[in-house]
């Protein structure tokens, strides 16, 4: 009866974990995205334009609603003409004469999908497609009536150009005069990375002060549709920055909820919307004093913005500001070097390490080192998981030690579980006085698995945020190991075009790993309580389930792991012939 019992408690107990860690994982741990479904255009199909800067009613420009406009495609937006190229070794784009938008950009390093005839990422897109998303820097006036407004450029202004194309080595200048005495020049300048540079200058010919203020605004239409890039615990996707001296992540419902569907802010250094992997910000000069605000000016529509405080320029005079636009991917080392070389308060902070960045930071690095190093990124994963283990080799000998002390005494064990088995109470006692006399931790062997756990969740936040893991390859079917893995059982490995449900994804690689985990159980000394080894017999294959839809890299380092700590204990029993007796017996 008591067999019966503790094995129902054992189904129900890997039952509860097993359909439990379904929810659990989606809230706390999502699975990266499966190989060729990589969606990295902005916006969401079918949506209104986006909107356009207003009349300020403060130092921030207000938004008015957009003008109804036909939904255009990119490839006829791009056409129309009227544009500056952009060309560096990171991006391709255009700037928009109408306007003077930065509205085209695409980065030429990375790919939609794993498939070698896929397009480009698409990371800007012009105003009344459906993926507008677009960057744009103007002047306003406070309070300003129809004909103040009328003094400046707008969206619909078209500026003229000096100069054809826009490189590290050739910068653009755009200029426009609003025939009354004013003219406006923005020069464009854009580093090798993804660091665009816009200096703004007014010059007031006119009889009368003029009094405005310069800003800088990113655009936005939709959220990102694809599953795997929305907003978690783990991973924020959405709006962002270094605001009121904080890092600041916001999600856009917080915006739509907002009083006047707005957030403010006093001071800030960087502000912008980044996604899973790619991040555009809008940056002020170091120490300069601005407004800021995340607004949704309609439904599905968000901008970031900042603005200066208005000055009065008088007749004779000019004003010059700065602005930097970034628009690209979230490079570690590129982020970083623009945070130290360029003082951009923690924009290295768009990638979202969370609490233990302290940690996860130099396994990054570490695991990027052995990548440049061996020139593939599984491979670096495995040569990670022998330099832990090399690490860990003293407390992974004194959980062998400890385990090998329990075989020993198993004997003992039973004979007293045998003697008080109607004592509860009693038989702890006696079995915590039989540790302490052959000195046995038995706790002992947890210590390696506590500190796997930081290292587990390192490697996660690696695989799922660093761009530079993105759609590496390892080996034979494995092409992205920061997707799952794509030989399923159920789709017969991929030949059939579908993809099973959560719980039932069962790969190789899950299999693989099960198996080894199953091994490496094998050689440890079995639990003395019946239902401990009901539940140690079940979990390999508990674990096979919970594991296969995470990253492939994922269960390699686990796999690689596995065959590690098997390797250790052979090697451990061959040394200790006693100990391989004790076992058998």
């Known amino acids: 009866m008591d067999d019966k019992r503790n094995w129902?408690?054992?189904?129900?107990?890997?039952?509860?974990?097993?359909?439990?860690?379904?929810?659990?994982?989606?809230?706390?741990?999502?699975?990266?995205?499966?190989?060729?479904?990589?969606?990295?255009?902005?916006?969401?199909?079918?949506?209104?334009?986006a909107a356009t800067p207003g009349v300020p009613a403060t130092g921030v420009p207000a938004t008015a609603a957009p003008v109804a406009q036909p939904v255009r495609s990119v490839e006829?937006?791009?056409?129309?003409?009227?544009?500056?190229?952009?060309?560096?070794?990171?991006?391709?784009?255009?700037?928009?004469?109408?306007?003077?938008?930065?509205?085209?950009?695409?980065?030429?390093?990375?790919?939609?999908?794993?498939?070698?005839?896929s397009p480009a990422v698409r990371l800007f897109a012009p105003g009344n497609t459906k993926s507008a998303y677009f960057a744009s820097i103007g002047w306003s006036i406070q309070n300003a009536t129809p004909a103040q407004l009328a003094l400046l450029p707008n969206q619909s202004s078209i500026w003229t150009a000096?100069?054809?194309?826009?490189?590290?080595?050739?910068?653009?200048?755009?200029?426009?005069?609003?025939?009354?005495?004013?003219?406006?020049?923005?020069?464009?300048?854009?580093?090798?990375?993804?660091?665009?540079?816009?200096?703004q200058t007014m010059v007031n010919a006119g009889t009368a002060p003029l009094t405005a203020s310069s800003y800088a605004l990113i655009d936005r239409l939709g959220k990102p549709t694809d599953p795997h890039e929305q907003d978690s615990w783990t991973t924020h996707v959405g709006p962002t920055g270094f605001l009121d001296a904080k890092s600041t992540y916001t999600?856009?419902?917080?915006?739509?909820?907002a009083p006047g569907r707005a957030i403010s802010y006093k001071s800030g250094a960087w502000l912008g919307f980044t996604d899973k992997y790619w991040l555009a910000a809008?940056?002020?000069?170091?120490?300069?004093?601005?407004?800021?605000?995340?607004?949704?000016?309609?439904?599905?529509?968000?901008?970031?913005?900042?603005?200066?405080?208005?000055?009065?320029?008088?007749?004779?005079?000019?004003?010059?500001?700065?602005?930097?636009i970034f628009a690209g991917a979230k490079e570690v080392s590129v982020l970083e070097n623009y945070t130290d070389d360029l003082g951009i308060t923690r924009l290295s902070h768009a990638i979202d390490w969370g609490w233990f960045d302290f940690f996860e930071i130099p396994i990054f690095k570490l695991l990027d080192w052995l990548f440049k190093q061996v020139g593939n990124f599984g491979v670096?994963?495995?040569?990670?998981?022998?330099?832990?283990?090399?690490?860990?080799?003293?407390?992974?000998?004194?959980?062998?030690?400890?385990m090998a002390q329990m075989r020993l005494v198993q004997p003992k064990m039973k004979a007293l579980q045998e003697r008080y088995k109607d004592d509860k109470q009693k038989q702890q006692q006696e079995l915590m006085k039989l540790y302490?006399?052959?000195?046995?931790?038995?706790?002992?062997?947890?210590?390696?698995?506590?500190?796997?756990?930081?290292?587990?969740?390192?490697?996660?936040?690696?695989?799922?945020?660093?761009?530079?893991?993105?759609?590496?390859?390892?080996?034979?079917?494995?092409?992205?190991?920061?997707?799952?893995?794509?030989a399923m059982i159920l789709n017969l490995f991929g030949y059939l075009k579908f993809t099973p449900p959560s719980l039932l994804s069962i790969g190789v690689m899950a299999v693989i790993l099960g198996v080894t985990m199953w091994l490496q159980f094998r050689l440890n000394p079995p639990p003395t309580d019946p239902v401990q080894a009901q539940v140690f017999k079940i979990m390999p294959w508990m674990f096979m389930f919970i594991m296969a839809p995470f990253a492939a890299g994922l269960l390699l380092y686990w796999i690689t792991n596995n065959c590690l700590s098997i390797a250790q204990q052979q090697w451990m029993y061959r040394k200790f012939p006693a100990l391989r007796a004790a076992a058998a017996k």
């Open 436 to 486: 302490k006399d052959e000195k046995i931790n038995p706790l002992a062997g947890c210590l390696p698995i506590l500190i796997q756990i930081p290292i587990f969740y390192a490697l996660y936040k690696v695989l799922m945020l660093t761009i530079e893991m993105r759609h590496q390859p390892f080996a034979l079917w494995i092409k992205d190991l920061s997707a799952q893995d794509p």
């Open 8 to 49: 129902i408690t054992a189904l129900l107990l890997s039952a509860a974990i097993l359909f439990g860690w379904s929810f659990v994982s989606d809230k706390f741990f999502p699975t990266p995205p499966k190989p060729d479904v990589t969606k990295t255009v902005a916006g969401a199909p079918g949506a209104a334009p």
């Open 380 to 402: 670096a994963i495995m040569v990670l998981t022998l330099i832990i283990r090399l690490l860990m080799f003293p407390i992974a000998n004194k959980q062998f030690a400890s």
């Open 76 to 117: 006829a937006a791009l056409a129309g003409g009227n544009r500056i190229p952009i060309e560096t070794p990171t991006i391709t784009g255009s700037i928009n004469l109408v306007g003077a938008r930065i509205d085209d950009i695409t980065l030429t390093k990375y790919r939609q999908t794993i498939k070698k005839d």
């Open 162 to 199: 000096t100069g054809t194309k826009l490189t590290p080595t050739t910068p653009v200048t755009l200029n426009w005069s609003n025939g009354a005495g004013q003219s406006f020049r923005i020069e464009y300048s854009i580093d090798e990375d993804y660091l665009i540079t816009a200096k």
């Open 282 to 324: 809008i940056i002020p000069a170091k120490g300069e004093r601005i407004s800021a605000s995340m607004t949704s000016p309609q439904a599905n529509n968000y901008q970031m913005m900042f603005a200066r405080d208005f000055t009065a320029v008088a007749p004779g005079r000019q004003v010059t500001t700065t602005s930097r």
């Open 251 to 257: 999600n856009y419902d917080e915006i739509e909820e």
